[in-house]
């Protein structure tokens, strides 16, 4: 069992005894009996197949489903349900010291030094906010843009990191440009070829871009890193991440990616419990940047990207239960995880790479790839294949159409060698 599990269990043993007294001890008593699954059990190794198989019963997913949409929503490990229920059932003993106390604050700010660990940041950065949508408003309502300035981003960017850009174009008087992205070409391009499509569009009135980590359609890995110093070099002012697709499935360093915002949706890849994100604020953006919620006073604001927080009631179980949710993927280990994605991408993309009915329409080099990935079925339209696989195969992916004509798959850790071959079975034989 992790440190950072065990010391927040006895945190709330201690905290029941000294508050209320022996009813709500043992509450808190029987959750940590009930969170009792050492994570170290886990043992997590990629080339085992125990290891995957033990790694699966952790999980509530109907074993009639193939699941291959992580991407679009994650599942949570029965550790981290369990932890949410039992934190839940502890706030409910005794809702105003649990809801308006400092006993959930206390906590969270532990799972703020422990995402900050993982996205290589400081606590100070980081806003607990409910995802990635939530961010990008934060930036688009609160960004001092007017008449003259534009907001760059390509056309594969997600609705939620450019919606609210739209929204608000017209009344603050900024505009709003998408470049095309050769999304067809994906498994052509390269890093050189991604940085240059992103500076080519940049134009004198140019003052922000806003970049996918990964993206939602062919997990095209951007090379965040690079693609930020070359616009800043051509005057672009802010450079802001959408790190729905990236946090908890590829090593993220935002402290050394020179951007200003980058914001996540921990539900997909870390398994948290859903309605939870996270916001990277810069220390330099945060004095430029005003709070779009309003509960406390001005004056007892304190500059950190805990502003951006200032939501009154929330819902602390869940913020409190994301710490699991990250010990949980700290104790499968980053290395044995990389592993193991890695593997995956690669049985996917030998399969197709053999089938002729198939087509792979992913980045073909692990580093500019991720586990979500793009395959089309030659001939069959991929919107019309989507319910058909799910009827026949149990199998959930997402359907995208046009000139990507793509069936996007994205398994997880847990998934196994023969789901995904089953599933892939079922694709070669619709194939032309």
Known sequence: MTDTCSSRRGFLKALAMGAVGAPILGRAQALEAALTSSLDGLSFRADSVS???RLRDQYLLSPDLIYLNHASIGTVPRPVVDAHIGYLELCETHPSLYVWGDVWRVLAEGVRAQAAALLKCEADDLAITH???EGFNVLAHGLPLSAGDEVLFSSINHAGAAVAWDTLAERRGFTVRRFPFPVERGAELTQEELVALHVQAVRPETRVLVIPHVDNMIGLRHPVREIAAAVRDRGVEYVFVDGAQSVGMIPVDIGSAGVDAYAMSPHKWVQSPK?????????????QLPRMWHKTAESRMDGTARDYEDYSTRAWPAVVALGDALAFQAALGAAEKDRRYRALWRRVRDRV????????RSPVTWSLSSVIMAVEVVGRPAPELGPELLETEGAVVRSFGGGLNSLRVSPNLMTSEEELDRFLDALAARGA
């Open 51 to 53: 290891a995957v198989r």
């Open 131 to 133: 995802n990635t949508t």
């Open 275 to 287: 309605g939870l994100g996270l916001l990277y604020v810069s220390e330099a953006l945060r004095s």
């Open 353 to 360: 790479d053999s089938e002729a009915s198939l087509a792979w």
